[in-house]
């Protein structure tokens, strides 16, 4: 089901990108806007890379100190999302593309991610341990695992073993 949603997102953003730009070629002129989305990729990719080259500081920096560098992944592949969004021309992608490249917005769209997306996969992914939400005290089931008939006894003069190996 999700996966339906994210193709037709992908494939509605070129739509509304070619249907903005139509009316904008219209009304400010075909060259000027080629050149608008030229200038607009330009400035986003020197905004992508700055930020990248940041953003691996801050990653090396953390891993240097034994930390692990969380966030600075995440904001790694929102870059690298920025840039494909800024590599494409349309004024849409160039809006996606500024908003994820952009700190001021980035940061908030990291957190969401990681509270709604990252965490909630992690925690199916290795039960429980992100969140800390984790089986503590006995088995997890353990009202269906009380009946007499499932114990199983191990000891060794039980099944006709003595004690020597021999």
Request: hydrophobic share 50%.
């Amino acid at each position: 089901m999700r996966t339906r949603w994210v193709i037709a997102i992908l494939l509605a953003i070129p739509l509304v990108d070619t249907l903005l730009l139509l009316p904008v070629a219209g009304a400010i002129g075909f060259v000027p806007t080629v050149l608008l989305v030229v200038l607009t990729g330009l400035v986003g990719m020197l905004l992508v890379r700055a930020e990248g080259r940041h953003t691996l500081g801050k990653l090396r920096r953390k891993a240097a100190t034994g930390e692990v560098p969380t966030n600075e992944l995440l904001d790694g592949g929102l870059l690298i999302a920025a840039g494909a969004f800024l590599l494409t021309p349309g004024i849409v992608t160039d809006a996606l593309g500024f908003a994820l490249a952009l700190p001021v917005t980035r940061y908030p769209i990291r957190t969401v991610l990681k509270r709604y997306v990252v965490t909630p996969y992690l925690d199916r992914a290795t039960g429980g341990f992100v969140s800390g939400n984790v089986w503590v005290g006995g088995f997890p089931d353990a009202d269906a695992d009380a009946e007499a008939d499932d114990v199983v006894n191990l000891d060794p003069e039980e099944y006709g073993r003595s004690g020597d190996d021999s």
